[in-house]
């Protein structure tokens, strides 16, 4: 039964589409995350949600917008794709926000831009 | 700017070794730690944590060590077995500020040799 899961897994894709990307978790967690990974494997942070409020926002294009329906839900949808959007995107969890608690990590959507 | 840092992006082990990952971070706000391991395809799943407070965590195989003064850690792995073999990246958080914003390292690539 899975914790948290993204579709699709693989996105490939144009540039100038625009795409979604869906996230859900099933732990009754409060707190939802979107994080990029680039081709250097560093992990960043785009967003943060609890409680369906926007709390974290890292200087991300507004080409991307998060969008939190309920709790267990956080997709993130990408208007206008360039080549640089290409990535693997991570959904994750966590009980609060508090800095203590883990985060538990969805399989990741590799999106290709062509 | 990057806060935190794995300045070895790879380590090779022999099976039944010791396995020392290193993490650096420059932020004197953070006082809590994390260790994700993350498989091919897959997201990261916690690991072991850490907080200011101690300066060495234990859970079965892996020890977390902290040095707050040289604001550097360490995951001990012992012994290393073929499994072990992943990704791993630190985090530090700070739990009074950032929103619960980790902030991760990019990553050390174990490998442990049967």
């Known amino acids: 039964d899975t914790a948290v899961s993204q579709t699709p897994k693989y996105l490939v894709t144009q540039m100038g589409n625009d795409k979604s990307i869906k996230c859900e978790q099933n732990?009754?967690?409060?707190?939802m995350y979107w994080y990029k990974q680039d081709s250097k494997k560093f992990l960043k942070i785009m967003f943060s949600?609890?409680?369906?409020?926007?709390?974290i926002n890292e200087t991300v294009p507004n080409r991307f917008s998060p969008k939190s329906p309920d709790k267990a839900h956080l997709n993130l949808h990408i208007n206008s794709l360039e080549l640089g959007d290409s990535a693997v995107y991570f959904c994750?969890?966590?009980?609060?926000?508090?800095?203590?608690?883990?985060?538990?990590f969805g399989p990741g959507t590799r999106l290709t831009v062509t | 700017d990057q806060q935190v840092k794995q300045n070895s992006p790879s380590l090779s082990v022999q099976e039944g070794r010791i396995s020392i990952l290193n993490c650096d971070y420059t932020?004197?706000?953070?006082?809590?730690f994390l260790w994700y391991k993350k498989y091919p395809a897959e997201g990261p799943t916690f690991l072991i944590s850490?907080?200011?407070?101690?300066d060495k965590n234990e859970d079965g195989r892996f020890t977390v060590f902290l040095n707050k003064s040289a604001k550097h850690l360490s995951l001990h792995i012992v012994p290393s077995q073929p499994g072990d073999s992943a990704v791993y990246f630190c985090?530090?958080?700070?739990?009074?500020?950032?929103?619960?914003?980790?902030?991760f390292g990019d990553g050390t690539t174990l490998t442990v040799k049967p």
């Open positions: 949600y609890n409680n369906k409020e926007l709390i």
């Open positions: 985090a530090a958080s700070g739990r009074s500020t950032n929103a619960g914003k980790s902030t």
């Open positions: 994750a969890s966590s009980q609060g926000l508090a800095g203590d608690y883990e985060q538990y």
């Open positions: 732990l009754g967690h409060d707190t």
């Open positions: 850490i907080s200011s407070i101690k």
């Open positions: 932020n004197s706000m953070f006082d809590y």
